[in-house]
C-alpha cells in the first residue's frame, strides 16, 4: 500500500551547522505532514506539521518544506545543537482513511562538539 | 498534569501467555493509537480508534487486539497468537487532526 518512507540514514552535522533532513511520501491524498523527533528509550515528540495545502511552514530553529510535485518533504534544523541528536520521522495523516497516522523510517541525527 | 500514560514501563512475557498493555490519556482526545517499533526502525501502526466504542487494524494487526470502552482509555493485548511480540510498544492520541502525543511506551519482551 501507500506509506511514507525514508532510506534511512544517520546524518552526521558539525555542532552550529544546519541540518537537512528529508522524507518521500507516495500518497498524495495525506492531508497533515508531521514531523516527530525521538530519543532513545523515549517516546516521539512534535516537532512542527504543514498542511498539504502549505510549501512552508516555519517554527523555532527549525522549517519544513513540502514538494508535492515530487512528493517530497524536509526537515531543515538551523544552528544545530547537541541536544538535536536523535531520530527523526516522518510522518502523515490522512482523515479519508479514518484519521490514520503513518510513519517512516527514521533517520538518526548525530552532532558532533 | 494533561498527558498520555503508559504502563508498565517494561513488561515480561512468557511464551503462550497474553499481556494487556495499559494507555490512558486525559486530554480529551478522541482518537487513540498504538504503534510498534523494533530496534533501530519505524513505528507500524498496529490499531487506531476515533471514537469510543470503535477502533480500526493498523497495518500489523495479527496477533494484538484491542478495546475502546471509555474515551480516556487504550488497552492493548498482546496475544498468544503473536509469535515475535518482543518489541517497544507506543500509545498516542490526538484531536483527530494530525499532531499526536505520544506514551513514553512499553518495552516488552519474551522470555
Known amino acids: 500500500g501507500e506509506s511514507v518512507g525514508l532510506h534511512l540514514p544517520t546524518l552526521s552535522v558539525q555542532e552550529g551547522d544546519n541540518s537537512i533532513i528529508n522524507c518521500a511520501y507516495s500518497?498524495?491524498?495525506?492531508?497533515?505532514f508531521i514531523w516527530y523527533k525521538q530519543e532513545s528509550g523515549k517516546g516521539p515528540q512534535f516537532i512542527i506539521d504543514i498542511r498539504s495545502n502549505m510549501d512552508k511552514r516555519q517554527g523555532q530553529r527549525v522549517t519544513v518544506l513540502l514538494n508535492k510535485t515530487v512528493k517530497h518533504l524536509s526537515l531543515q534544523i538551523a544552528a544545530t545543537q547537541p541536544g538535536d541528536s536523535a531520530v527523526y520521522f516522518c510522518a502523515e495523516w490522512y482523515g479519508n482513511a479514518g484519521n490514520m497516522l503513518t510513519f517512516g523510517g527514521g533517520t538518526r541525527l548525530m552532532v558532533k562538539p | 498534569d494533561g498527558g498520555i500514560t503508559q504502563s508498565p514501563k517494561y513488561l515480561f512475557r512468557k511464551e503462550g501467555q497474553n499481556v494487556t498493555l495499559s494507555c490512558e490519556q486525559n486530554l480529551n482526545h478522541d482518537a487513540m493509537y498504538w504503534y510498534r517499533q523494533d530496534p533501530g526502525q519505524g513505528l507500524r501502526l498496529i490499531y487506531y480508534s476515533q471514537i469510543v466504542n470503535d477502533f480500526q487494524k493498523g497495518d500489523i494487526a495479527e496477533g494484538y487486539s484491542v478495546s475502546r470502552e471509555k474515551k480516556e482509555s487504550f488497552p492493548l493485548t498482546v496475544t498468544s497468537a503473536q509469535k515475535n511480540p518482543t518489541a517497544f510498544y507506543l500509545c498516542?492520541?490526538?484531536?483527530?487532526?494530525?499532531?499526536?502525543?505520544f506514551g513514553q511506551g512499553t518495552r516488552l519482551t519474551v522470555v
Open positions: 498516542a492520541s490526538s484531536i483527530g487532526t494530525g499532531e499526536a502525543f
Open positions: 500518497n498524495s491524498a495525506s492531508d497533515y
